[in-house]
């Protein structure tokens, strides 16, 4: 069985910055795409950040040149650093991999509980 973690989530100003973190945990053989995902109330989840096994990344339009996601491979985390934070920003962020459990590489795809993220004007 394979976990996903999320923390670093809060209450924060308009215009400062916050991290997220994800470590992913149990039965891990190989991790494709890390991503994060958010979800407003009264909207849809939707997909904030991607970064493949090699690093190459994606963004929404919404977070460009605002939000940074990266990856240590070795420890199996991935994080979204979140600068110059909009109230529109406030959502449940959750983390989101495929995972193959072993050396058949059969990737599935995990998700994290969330974490909330507050950002007030």
């Known amino acids: 069985q394979v976990q996903l973690v999320e923390s670093g989530g809060g209450l924060v100003q308009a215009g400062r910055s916050l991290t997220l973190s994800c470590a992913a945990s149990g039965s891990i053989w190989s991790i494709k795409d890390m991503n994060w995902y958010r979800q407003a109330p009264g909207k849809q989840r939707e997909l904030v950040a991607v970064?493949?096994?090699?690093?190459?990344?994606d963004y929404a339009d919404s977070v460009k040149g605002r939000f940074a996601i990266s990856r240590d491979n070795s420890k199996n985390m991935v994080y979204l650093q979140m600068d110059s934070l909009k109230p529109e920003d406030t959502a449940v962020y959750y983390c989101?991999?495929?995972?193959?459990?072993?050396?058949?590489?059969?990737?599935?795809?995990?998700w994290g509980q969330g974490t909330q993220v507050t950002v007030t004007s």
């Open positions: 989101n991999a495929d995972v193959a459990p072993n050396s058949d590489y059969r990737f599935h795809n995990y």
């Open positions: 970064i493949d096994s090699d690093g190459g990344t």
